[in-house]
């Protein structure tokens, strides 16, 4: 089915109905929703290269993500990001334009795709606490939506964001209600905005109890097995060893589950965790009872949210900033118990 033929099933104008599939704000909520369930019923797909010409939009949203090894940004959680957002790219006909460059070539990559008007918009990833990318995106023109906060910026942007602190708080509240004291935390790099709120919570959580953080209980990295594991046996070796554990990526608590059973220890029994980002499409922490305790936030939704905020922005810039703060449950799973008379040991 082509433009013509749609309209003529509608009882439309070709305008009308091109206007209303490209997102013109002055059409009709109603007639919009008319035309765009007639064309997901027909099965009609607009050229790509005519809706292009038509809007003077390239109809993409980029994503730039820097590639170094110690980078948050190669953690396998993107890809859930980019499943949500690319059900919001398909239902409103935008394509993702994906670049990977060196940790030092971000600014130039924005800018040659501002230059070229390769995408409309642009979802910024992996905030840093002292991020000079908004400065930057604002300068060169193009409506951004960023996936996360900046912690020393006003919030006079748009994005979309866990309430890392609240639930990381949540956690550790809840291990001290086991009657664990000797916590530690797993966390991601602290140069990282999430992961410095992360960090907030755990030691506003022990502080309210008269706690102090332990720096011999933390650490920092990017989130693999490798360092879960590694992190967890070095802890295990303490005088006073850690009776839980608390993980920023499910990733990073395999490697502490590892570590653990290594040692002959039963987890929930000996030693508790509870993870982050537990809800993977390739590894669920799913289950009538799952095996992690977890603070749950959907990183698929996040994706999806983020998508749809820029594409709104592209279509209408002219509009306030509207952020986003999604709330993680806490879901009780069979890794956690209450703490153990003895710090665990090898057994």
């Excluded at 990001?81 to 334009?97: I, K, R, S, T």
């Excluded at 309210?208 to 933390?218: E, H, N, Q, S």
């Excluded at 009538?288 to 698929?300: D, K, L, N, Y």
Aim: glycine letters at 6%.
């Amino acid at each position: 089915m082509n433009l013509k033929q749609l309209s003529e099933t509608l009882g439309l104008s070709q305008t009308t109905v091109s206007r209303a599939l490209n997102g013109y704000p002055e059409v009709a909520e109603a007639t919009r929703r008319k035309v765009l369930e007639a064309a997901q019923a027909h099965n009609y797909r607009p050229n790509a290269r005519a809706k292009s010409l038509a809007t003077g939009r390239s109809m993409a949203i980029g994503h730039v993500i820097p590639v170094s090894a110690r980078h948050e940004m190669v953690n396998p959680i993107f890809a859930d990001f980019v499943a949500g957002a690319g059900e919001a790219y398909l239902q409103h006909g935008f394509d993702m334009v994906l670049s990977l460059v060196p940790d030092d070539g971000e600014e130039a990559a924005y800018r040659e795709l501002a230059a070229k008007r390769s995408v409309d918009g642009i979802i910024v990833h992996g905030p840093r606490i002292d991020d000079e990318r908004i400065a930057m995106l604002r300068n060169i023109g193009l409506p951004f939506v960023v996936h996360g906060r900046m912690s020393r910026h006003a919030d006079d942007y748009d994005w979309v964001d866990v309430n890392n602190l609240r639930a990381f708080y949540r956690a550790t509240e809840f291990l001290l209600d086991l009657g664990h004291r000797r916590i530690a935390l797993i966390n991601g790099l602290v140069s990282m905005d999430f992961a410095s709120r992360r960090l907030d919570g755990y030691t506003q959580a022990l502080a309210t109890r008269g706690i102090a953080a332990d720096p011999a209980l933390v650490r920092s990295d990017e989130m693999t097995e490798s360092y879960g594991f590694r992190s967890a046996n070095e802890m295990l070796d303490l005088p006073d060893p850690p009776t839980a554990y608390l993980c920023s990526s499910i990733i990073a608590a395999l490697g502490v589950r590892r570590a653990v059973e290594a040692r002959g220890l039963t987890m929930a029994r000996d030693v508790s965790i509870i993870t982050h980002d537990d809800d993977l499409s390739y590894l669920s922490n799913r289950g009538e009872v799952p095996i992690f305790t977890a603070t749950r936030s959907s990183v698929r939704d996040a994706g999806r949210l983020c998508a749809e905020r820029v594409i709104s922005l592209v279509q209408n810039p002219v509009q306030p900033a509207r952020q986003v703060l999604l709330e993680a449950d806490l879901t009780v799973g069979q890794s956690t118990g209450p703490a153990p008379a003895s710090p665990a040991r090898d057994t």
